[in-house]
């Protein structure tokens, strides 16, 4: 662990590319944490809250919540993390996500329909698009 640099927030912001409320905000929600105060109180931080930053990052791009990857740094924490438990979550991320590609897959091809029968019509003729909020087909 890295200890010897101490970061300001406003340090840790510029290394990680996270915003001073958004770190405050993972502080809060108990992702991150300060390493310590100064006598000032403000917060201290060091290079492995560059890296948890970076972490959090890489996990969200992936589309994993706060609280999954709050999971994800208690299982890194525990002396001999096992695979299994993180391939178990990533697996039922993965479903969710095939999940919301099939749901969005019906909406495309709703809206693909609906922009041809509305290339269809007549400038004088109402809207199949607006019609068909509230009448038409659920997804």
């Known amino acids: 662990m890295e200890t010897k640099i101490q970061l300001s927030i406003g ?7 996270v915003g001073i409320e958004t770190i405050r905000y ?4 108990g992702v991150l944490s ?3 105060r100064k006598a000032s109180g403000y917060r201290i ?8 930053l970076r972490f959090v990052k890489q996990a969200q ?13 208690h299982l890194k924490a525990d002396k001999k993390p096992r695979c299994e438990d ?14 919301k590609i099939g749901h969005l897959a019906k909406i495309r ?7 041809h ?14 019609d068909c909020f509230g009448e038409g087909p659920n997804i």
């Open 86 to 99: 993180v391939q178990v979550r990533a697996e039922k991320h993965l479903k969710n996500i095939e999940e």
């Open 11 to 17: 340090e840790l912001s510029k290394r990680s590319d």
């Open 109 to 115: 091809s709703v809206l693909t329909n609906l922009i």
């Open 61 to 73: 791009e992936l589309g994993f919540t706060l609280q999954d990857i709050k999971g994800f740094f």
């Open 117 to 130: 029968q509305c290339q269809k019509r007549k400038t004088d003729d109402r809207c199949p698009i607006l």
């Open 26 to 29: 993972y502080e809060k929600l």
């Open 34 to 36: 300060p390493i310590g």
């Open 45 to 52: 931080y060091n290079l492995d809250s560059v890296r948890a």
